[in-house]
């Protein structure tokens, strides 16, 4: 489904200070397959979604979605295949617009858009039905502005909002971290939820390695730019978040500058 | 005195300026973009249609001509802020200083006449509509259509993609939608209507002059915030008629302030005050707040 090769990007290029963010990551993903990235600050888990996701053009490597080489293609034209779920809240929706507009635009990615109405009468019971399993009672809200929801409602919709239109590639990008604990776990189980139900393949990074372990089928494990540990299957299973850093301190043969930060 | 000529008048012209206020909010308010390019393609359709009426041609041709000629001022600028980088500000002030010599190249000298000319209310006039009625008539018509479709228009797929390409473009991005390419589609809308403001004004007043355009923008953005302030609106269909209200409203008070004495060179400077009071009106009452929150002490050391 997600096939990278050597995919390397520095920026601040022809600068006297280069960073470079990715350094040769190459990744299989199958259909189906459900990859949570962990690795401390700089590590290359935000760069490698963007990457991949179009939002800058990459120095060398190839990108290959669900057979199509997209390396060349800018980031809006990736949306066909590429939903996404940003760490902010509030980067996922229009504030100024109404959830039934929000969710209109969702249904339309990826494809042209012309003069036709935003809203059609029959996608205001689909949208309803949708919203009514969150839980959150936004299913009798639809033309309140999305401004005046919560995080975790926003991000519930945004959510919903990504995979409504079922794309090839569901990337999230540590979408639990600005919520609250409580919230941050319904947000987690709806994930689950929605990602099982469409059988979605899923690329999400998050801080937290005992939920890293928890969710989806297959860990990676960046640093500094690169993927050093891939795990999946049984061994996975057996795993422990105590395991985790041993085998990152084994592979770096040094401890963790921050085990704090890895441990979220 | 208020005779019906005077209140007419008032209200002619706050139809006529809200097709270029309305012109002014899809950039500032829809697409979040502060487009000074208005200053240029407002005088750019009274060129455009003063110089063709003076050259024989249809009154209502050289209305198309003019919101033709204010689309592309509008892609212009589009170009410049989403191809070459240049930011918003710059690249209005960049196509509205170039329009100025555009302007005077169009109409061949600063000001073209058109009282002997036929316009569009005088053809009106000749299909039957009373002389005093046929502009308040005709504009009324004209603004009510232009609003119709623009309500049609932000409801539409495209117009949700212009929406949020002015309150997220990181979000419609990720939908799918290529951003820069609506900017230069907002632009070119706003300055095309802009532009035929422009001309339907210059053969309203009976002729078109080069420095026409000075303080669009500002009257322009008066306009909006008046209607915001009054209406506070939050629907699109709302918004855009609290535009066209805010037009007819400032207005009126040009026509108040030129009652007080004010002379009409000191027009500018009234309208820049208003606009500056409007916008700095949340700072002024954070000021208010923080000087209550300060003990007494506090605030007079």
Known sequence: ?264 | MLTFPVVAGVIEQGLVYSLMALGVYITFRVLDFPDLSVDGSFPLGAAVSAKLIVDGYNPFVALVVALAAGLAAGAFTGFLNTRLRISSLLAGILTMTALYSVNLRIMGRANIPLLMEPTFLTLLEKAGIPSEYVALVSFFVLVVVVKLVLDWFLHTEVGFALRATGDNPIMIRSLGVNTDRMKVFGLAISNGLVAFSGGLVAQYQGFADVGMGIGTIVTGLASVIIGEVLFHPRRVVTQVLSVIIGSMVYRLAIFLALRLGFAPTDLKLVTTVLVIIALAAPTFSRWRKQAKLLPKSAAGA
């Open chain 1, 1 to 264: 489904m997600l096939e990278l090769y050597e995919i390397r990007k520095t920026f601040n290029l022809g600068t006297p200070t280069p960073t470079p963010a990715l350094r040769g990551v190459s990744l299989k993903l199958s259909p189906g397959e459900f990859v949570t990235i962990i690795g401390s600050n700089g590590a290359g888990k935000s760069s490698l979604l963007n990457a991949i996701a179009g939002t800058f053009p990459v120095d060398s490597g190839k990108i290959i979605i669900d057979g199509t080489d997209v390396t060349d293609w800018p980031e809006y034209k990736r949306a066909s295949l590429v939903g996404r779920v940003f760490q902010d809240p509030m980067m996922g929706t229009a504030a100024s617009m109404s959830i039934e507009e929000n969710m209109a635009m969702a249904v339309k990615r990826g494809q042209a858009r012309g003069l036709a109405r935003g809203i059609k009468g029959e996608m205001r019971s689909y949208f309803r039905e949708l919203l009514a399993g969150l839980g959150l009672g936004l299913e009798n809200r639809l033309t309140d502005k999305v401004r005046l929801l919560s995080g975790g409602q926003r991000q519930s919709l945004t959510l919903l909002m990504a995979t409504l239109s079922k794309p090839k590639l569901l990337l999230l990008d540590e979408h639990t971290a600005a919520l609250d604990p409580k919230t941050a776990q319904q947000v987690s189980q709806l994930t689950d939820k929605i990602v099982r139900e469409n059988n979605l393949t899923v690329l999400m990074v998050t801080h937290n390695m005992e939920h890293a372990l928890k969710t989806g089928t297959r860990t990676i494990m960046m640093h500094e730019g690169q993927v050093i540990f891939d795990v999946s299957g049984r061994k996975r299973e057996q795993m422990k978040v105590a395991d985790l850093l041993s085998e990152f301190a084994r592979l770096r043969g040094e401890r963790l500058a921050d085990d704090k930060i890895l441990l979220g």
